[in-house]
């Protein structure tokens, strides 16, 4: 990939996607092709087939997609699995059709069966049940890596695809009926400082384990991939490391200074009770993430916050 080449980042207004322009941009890559969703409708088989007929790029980083927190993959279902789908079907085909040199397309940890052994090897794939929540969302991506893998497999593309652990970063999701748990946590908890709240309500039992990667690391790791992967099987990005809900929201409490009581609502769901990513695979080729989980905290909280509530 030449700092001129023309690269297609898709979802270059979500959280990934502008992590990706972000550090592209920063590595003087000066020839990517950006389009809205109003200006492109990924969904839309035609309008996808004429943007690639017209603009022939030669990299595509395939970050668009619907996302969301455990209540809304959980809720809205049908979006989940339907509009995943067709972004991928129509991005994946028509890179295909185009000729493009190479592609990355970005899935999910959810990927994985809810009972599979942790840490979490990319081989355990397919290997049992998914977790009920996000099972939508789990099957729309584990259809991407099957075409990723397959348009290698019978047409020779040099298709690749990453599987982010749980992320955090700028232009994240606040909203809190849909938005993952970090964001969720930081803004409860700064409107709980605000208004001197003598509690705040954390979903769930604090059990569930998690582990966080903030969106730039992935943005460094997709490059990566991008300059010096070419297999197919997909490959893990993670953190190595994983955190309690409970611990989790004791920290993000700490950095925001909410000085009240932290209430567990079990009457939320848990979801999957641990969710954390061998990243061995990933660290043999050579990389690994530079941002420490608090660090990365308080810096979404200092700089990210405000902007959106
Ligand atoms: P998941 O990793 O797909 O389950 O996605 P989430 O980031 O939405 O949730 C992670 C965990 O945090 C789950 O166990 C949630 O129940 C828990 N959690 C606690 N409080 C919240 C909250 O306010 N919002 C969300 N989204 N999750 C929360």
Not at 47 to 56: G, L, S
């Amino acid at each position: 990939m030449e700092k001129s080449s023309k690269i297609y980042v898709a979802g270059h207004r979500g959280m990934v996607g502008s992590a990706i322009v972000r550090k592209l941009k920063g590595e003087g890559y000066n020839n990517l092709l950006l389009k809205t969703s109003a200006e492109l409708d990924l969904r839309n088989q035609a309008a996808v087939e004429v943007f690639f007929a017209n603009e022939k790029p030669e990299y595509v980083f395939l970050a668009a997609a619907k996302v969301g927190g455990i209540m809304a993959n959980n809720t809205y279902r049908a979006d989940f699995l339907y509009e995943n789908l067709m972004i991928e079907s129509n991005v994946v085909h028509q890179s295909y059709v185009h000729k493009v040199k190479k592609l990355l397309f970005l899935g999910s940890s959810c990927i994985y069966p809810k009972m599979a052994p942790q840490p979490l090897k990319e081989e355990y794939l397919l290997t049992g049940q998914l977790e009920e929540t996000n099972e939508p969302y789990a099957i729309a991506k584990i259809a991407g890596i099957k075409l990723c893998e397959n348009y290698r497999r019978q047409y020779r593309c040099d298709f690749i695809s990453a599987m982010p652990t749980n992320l955090y970063g700028p232009n994240d999701n606040y909203d809190l009926n849909t938005s993952h748990v970090i964001p969720a946590l930081i803004r409860k908890f700064h409107e709980g400082k605000i208004n001197h709240s003598e509690k705040v309500e954390v979903w769930g039992t604090g059990a569930p384990l998690r582990e966080f990667l903030h969106v730039d690391d992935l943005a460094d790791a997709c490059l990566f991939l991008m300059l010096n992967y070419s297999g197919e099987q997909f490959v893990n990005v993670g953190f190595g490391k994983e955190i309690s809900i409970r611990d989790l929201a004791v920290l993000i409490g700490g950095i925001v200074g909410f000085k009240g009581e932290i209430v567990f609502d079990s009457s939320k769901p848990d979801g999957t009770p641990r969710k954390l990513l061998d990243v061995s695979k990933l660290s043999q080729l050579g990389w690994k993430y530079n941002i420490g989980l608090e660090d990365g905290l308080k810096m979404v909280y200092k700089s990210g916050l405000r902007t959106v509530i």
